[in-house]
């Protein structure tokens, strides 16, 4: 059944179902160095997850239940060579990576290949889910200085609360699957699959989240949140992957997003929590790779940013997959939409690789939007693209919007492009870039400025 969207999801306080064994794929048989693996799947994609102890090279054989003509290995910086016999692919990753595989160009029937570092279980563990079981925990409420430890080949259905919780650790290879929370065709009641709110040096290591209602991994309030090779998987709308919500000190690397909404998302909002609304500073995204599909945006700040200042944030070395055509001229690859009154500054998009962007690439804006309740509109300036290209597939619009009425104006300004290159040709101008420009001041690309200013 096709997922429905509902705007208005009713509010669930307890798990709609219990899960005995997660539903292992049809379609694909994956072996590692000769070893088959669980190969789990969802009716938007089938992952598995090799569990790795160091950078060796590692050998792959997938064989398909069906005929196919074409196969393509995502990210292309992995260079992926397969040797294709019949239903059968070989191919080596000359080091453990976090590839995607599509045959015959259907996004609906990926196989995702997670390359995990092992994670070593701690001496203290509060919270223990063993190797080879399913549970169905509804909530967990995790506190300060507990460790829940997920094994590799445990599977824990429901979710994670986690309040004043500092010091808290959520490790291991195990899954997290979210299913239990909503209804298989629509997304849940806002229920997040891990919350936590008001912590402070909080470490998330080495899990794979699956199929959350809503957003999936929500800090909000917190501080010193370190997210290391994290697998996020999301099938039905509203399903952002991550939103750093009013933190500061946050750094996510090495991991996987696929996601049915924002892939990265910084706000400063309400939820998960009042608290939420309050400055963001100090996020590092890096190293990931992202598949954002139909709805939301891929790295995203907004709509939502109800501070005063969203501040020194970048995202670095990140491979954006697929950024789907969402249709009702929200989505994007890189975006910024300030639809409250925050100041936000200072943001960095450097070694970015983009393989398909069939929605918008640049889209920034200031607006009043369904989602503002401020009524002042903030600003947005000292923006800065580096090293930054679409590889292959569309060559996308790029809008950047400022907004003005009587009696109040908001344009950005100082805004860098340095080395954006699309389908192999450097941009040199607004133009080049198929970029819009409205109520916005001061636009260089590669040193050279390129100012819209309103004639009125």
């Not at 509203?238 to 946050?250: A, K, N, R, Y």
């Not at 200031?366 to 503002?372: C, I, N, P, Q, T």
């Not at 509109?377 to 693209?385: P, Q, T």
Request: glycine residues 8%.
């Amino acid at each position: 059944m096709a997922v429905r969207y509902n705007p208005n999801p009713a509010r669930i306080t307890e798990p709609l179902y219990k899960v005995e064994e997660l539903e292992k794929s049809p379609l694909y048989t994956v072996l590692c160095g000769g070893k088959e693996l669980t190969v789990y799947h969802t009716d938007s994609f089938d992952y598995v997850i090799p569990v790795v102890d160091d950078d060796s090279p590692l050998s792959f054989q997938v064989k398909v239940s069906k005929d196919f003509q074409k196969a393509v290995f995502r990210p292309a910086k992995t260079n992926v060579q397969a040797q294709i016999s019949g239903r059968e692919l070989s191919f080596q990753l000359e080091k453990p990576s976090k590839v995607t595989l599509e045959l015959d160009g259907n996004l609906k029937t990926p196989l995702f290949i997670l390359c995990t570092k092992r994670v070593p279980k701690p001496e203290k563990v509060d919270h223990l889910f063993e190797s080879g079981k399913v549970y169905n925990v509804g909530t967990l409420e995790v506190k300060a200085d507990e460790t829940v430890f997920l094994e590799e080949g445990s599977v824990v259905c429901g979710c994670v609360n986690a309040f004043f919780a500092h010091g808290m650790r959520i490790l291991g290879n195990g899954i997290l699957n979210g299913c239990v929370w909503h209804p298989k065709e629509e997304n849940g009641g806002g229920r997040p699959m891990i919350r936590m709110v008001f912590c402070d040096d909080v470490k998330i290591q080495g899990i794979t989240m699956v199929d959350g209602g809503s957003w999936h991994l929500v800090p909000g309030a917190c501080r010193n949140v370190e997210i290391e090779d994290v697998n996020i998987m999301s099938r039905v709308c509203t399903g952002d992957g991550i939103d750093i919500v009013g933190c500061e000190d946050v750094t996510m690397r090495n991991s996987f997003i696929r996601a049915s909404d924002d892939c990265v998302c910084i706000k400063a909002a309400s939820y998960p929590d009042p608290a939420a609304n309050r400055n963001v500073k100090n996020i590092l995204v890096e190293h990931c790779v992202l598949w954002n599909a139909e709805p939301g945006n891929a790295v995203e700040i907004g709509y939502e940013v109800r501070c005063d200042e969203i501040s020194d944030i970048t995202f670095r070395d990140l491979d954006i997959v697929h950024c789907e055509y969402e249709g009702n001229q929200s989505g994007g690859v890189l975006t910024i939409h300030n639809a409250d009154r925050a100041h936000i500054h200072d943001i960095v998009y450097e070694d970015i690789r983009v393989e398909d962007a069939q929605e918008k690439f640049v889209d920034i804006k200031v607006l009043d939007s369904k989602y503002s309740l401020d009524r002042k509109r903030g600003s947005v300036e000292n923006i800065y693209f580096r090293n930054v290209e679409i590889l292959n597939g569309n060559f996308p619009v790029s809008i950047i919007r400022g907004f003005e009425m009587h009696t109040e104006m908001s344009r950005p300004r100082n805004i860098y492009f340095d080395n954006v290159v699309v389908l192999g040709k450097q941009v040199e101008s607004p133009s080049d870039l198929h970029m819009v420009v409205e109520l916005s001041d001061d636009i260089l690309f590669n040193g050279t400025a390129h100012a819209k200013r309103n004639p009125f």
